[in-house]
Nanobody, 125 residues
Framework: QVQLVESGGGLVQAGGSLRLSCAAS????????MGWFRQAPGKEREFVAA????????HYGDSMKGRVTISRDNAKNTVYLQMNSLKYEDTAVYYC??????????????????WGQGTLVTVSS
């Protein structure tokens, strides 16, 4: 099973950009669908994006669609989330997750195999 460590969060002004990274340990990274979720204070966790093991299939949630791009580099065991045109309401802890299920079911899955510890993104207005 992989272990996940997110990085790249921080403080950014509204309209700005950030790229989050999620580094995975282990030699089976390419077997996993990888996803990004976020949770704002007082709100439920929300699906952002998922990418298949090969990178050939991608699914975006509605909340940030058009403003985010998910990608992965299997040689580096890393998945990325490029976020543009950030808004105040994008402030949240962003988590990456790994699962050996399907890309299009990650958004609604009740259980995912592995979670990272999260990285805080704060967007100032």
């Amino acid at each position: 099973q992989v272990q996940l460590v997110e990085s790249g969060g921080g403080l950014v002004q509204a309209g700005g950009s950030l790229r989050l990274s999620c580094a995975a340990s282990g030699r089976t990274f390419s077997r996993y669908v990888m996803g990004w979720f976020r949770q704002a204070p007082g709100k439920e966790r929300e699906f952002v994006a998922a990418i298949s093991g090969s990178g050939g299939s991608i699914h975006y949630g509605d909340s940030m669609k058009g403003r985010v791009t998910i990608s992965r580099d299997n040689a580096k065991n890393t998945v990325y989330l490029q976020m543009n045109s950030l808004k105040y309401e994008d402030t949240a802890v962003y988590y990456c997750a790994a699962d050996q299920g399907a890309v299009y079911t990650m958004a609604t899955a009740r259980y995912l195999e592995v979670w990272g510890q999260g990285t805080l993104v704060t967007v100032s207005s």
